[in-house]
């Protein structure tokens, strides 16, 4: 089968990463027999270099006509001006909202070779294996208004968290369809005590909990889940929450595996499963661009080839592929090679090429 994938290399350490996301992807067509046509495009910072723009029309064409989409990380200190009307995040905010990609899914899963590449206790990490659900394109993020002023008495600044039930609605089910596929139970994270968005988002999810008898619903505040996931980060299974929280959590969440290295991603338009076993998503690491890292060949890939992974699960429909992927990775781990955010005294250190190529090697 032939495939069309777009690739928004970024900034910073993003073209180091999906160079091997796409060697992973080249070794499964090989494998399976199956052609991935790549098309970049720009975005963030080098597009805002090149266009004055932090994403294109042309980007979003590239995007539109491909069955998936794969990126690699924007921003820098370069553009970090506060005061720069165009910055790099709003290409991935905007590129979020012109494709609809409203839920995103991050998975966080200790391969047990890394419990000792943690700074926690081997105990806790343990066979954590959870998906966090944040909504994407709504919240603090998107609402409106949104400014900065000056008046007399200082300079002062507003966000605004809002929320429809239309919003809530389609991602408390895609996570609630996510738990029927695993533990069946689903934790749905608020601030119901102080937030009245959280309050809405609450009944909301209990509402959708009769349409689903066979899981287990956890209402939770953001701050007991926040503790929770470094005490007993076993207990969850599938988190479902909104856009900001959804932000926090998957970072501090991926203290579990070891690294940010190691956090793949899938920003969905639709509830996988059911009459929809396929669905058009953006697939990135959860990494930023770490320029002081980039093209000096030491940035870990895994992120980004277990991004292809979900890609291959979620938007082409190939399980068994995504499945070869994941079983290279843990072989290429269990082998003994590291990447330096992940590496022991006792590793077999390697960098950003070498540990795509020993991946796509057991790929093949």
Partial sequence: M????????????????TREGQRVLEAVGKRFGHRFDFK????????????????????????????????????????????????????????????????NLRPVKM?????NSTTLKPDVVRNVDMI????????????KPQKRWINSRGRRAVDTMKYSEKEIERIIRTGFELALSRRKKLTSVDKANVLETSRL?????????????????????VDACAMKLIREPSYFDVIVT?????????DEASMLAGSMGM????????????????VFGLYE??????????????????????????????????????????????????????????ATPESKKVGTEKMGKLIASYII
């Avoid at 924007?74 to 970090?80: A, E, L, N, R, T």
């Avoid at 909104?242 to 998957?250: A, C, K, Q």
């Fill in 263 to 278: 956090l793949p991603s899938a920003s969905l338009a639709g509830i996988p499963g059911g009459r929809k076993p396929s």
């Fill in 285 to 342: 690491p959860i990494h930023g661009s770490a320029p002081d890292i980039a093209g000096k060949d030491l940035a870990n890939p895994i992120a980004t080839i277990l991004s292809t992974a979900l890609l291959l699960f979620y938007s082409l429909g190939l399980p068994e592929e995504s499945a070869a992927v994941e079983k290279a990775v843990l072989q290429t781990l269990n082998e003994g090679y590291r990447t330096n955010d992940i």
């Fill in 242 to 250: 909104e856009n900001m929280f959804g932000d926090i959590l998957t």
């Fill in 2 to 17: 032939n495939f069309k994938i777009a690739v928004l290399p970024g900034d910073g350490v993003g073209p180091d990463v």
């Fill in 40 to 103: 970049e495009g720009y975005i963030g910072g080098i597009s805002i270099d090149k266009f004055g723009s932090a994403l294109t029309q042309d980007t979003l064409d590239i995007c539109s006509s491909s069955d998936a989409v794969l990126l690699g990380a924007v921003g820098g200190p370069k553009w970090d001006n506060p005061n720069a009307k165009t910055r790099p995040e709003q290409g991935l905010l905007a590129v979020r909202k012109e494709l609809r990609l409203f839920a």
């Fill in 201 to 221: 988002w609450r009944q909301i999810a209990s509402e959708i909990a009769r349409d689903y008898p066979q899981v287990q619903l956890d209402n939770m505040l």
């Fill in 111 to 115: 391969f047990n070779v890394l419990q």
């Fill in 132 to 143: 966090v659900i944040r909504e994407l394109t709504g919240g603090l993020y998107f609402g």
